[in-house]
């Protein structure tokens, strides 16, 4: 009998060590991550928040047991097109609005523990919050007041819309109505 010759242990042989270079090679491949300089990590151990936020660069993570949860804190644009809203004097009035904003990093892991790990909060909160405090406040206005004043509303919509989305920690850059 040669010692070449392929016998059913030595295909198990095989296939163990296969399947222990697949395990390992998955082990070694899902320890790192690279976060881009407008990237910002969570890490969770099971599921639990693990250490603190990353910023850019390489970063290491224990295989199979840890989790990476990227937020990205570009500047973003937001557009709620065709709001249906009334002046104080009941007149309907159809705005588009965009909301320009961004997450900021000190705030990643608050958003994460409050929206998950896919950071929805602009559909969870921004949109809901923004539309009923531009509405509240369009509502303070006559339908010909409206016009001539609509940078002031504007500003005043972007203070307001600014002030609440900062306790989530979202920075509101700007609001556009037309």
Do not use: C
Not at 89 to 94: E, H, L, M, S, V
Not at 123 to 128: E, G, P
């Amino acid at each position: 009998m040669s010692s070449k010759e392929i016998t059913p242990g030595r295909i198990i042989k095989w296939i163990m060590w296969a399947i222990l270079a697949i395990i390992a090679f998955s082990a070694l491949m899902g320890s790192f991550y690279i976060n881009s300089e407008y990237e910002r990590t969570v890490e969770t151990r099971l599921g639990e928040i693990n250490g603190d936020v990353t910023g850019p660069g390489l970063q290491f993570k224990a295989p199979f047991i840890d989790s990476a949860h990227t937020a990205d804190i570009r500047i973003d644009e937001i557009n709620y097109p065709g709001e249906v809203t009334a002046s104080y004097d009941g007149q309907t009035i159809n705005i588009d609005i965009t909301i320009n904003h961004q997450i900021l990093e000190a705030s990643v892991q608050k958003l994460y523990s409050d929206f998950g790990s896919n950071y929805n909060y602009s559909d969870r909160i921004l949109r809901k919050m923004a539309i009923d405090r531009i509405k509240g406040l369009i509502g303070t206005y006559k339908i010909e007041e409206f016009m001539p004043n609509r940078e002031q509303i504007r500003q005043e919509a972007l203070t307001v819309v600014k002030a609440e989305a900062n306790k989530y920690g979202v920075n509101i850059l700007d609001i556009q109505l037309s």
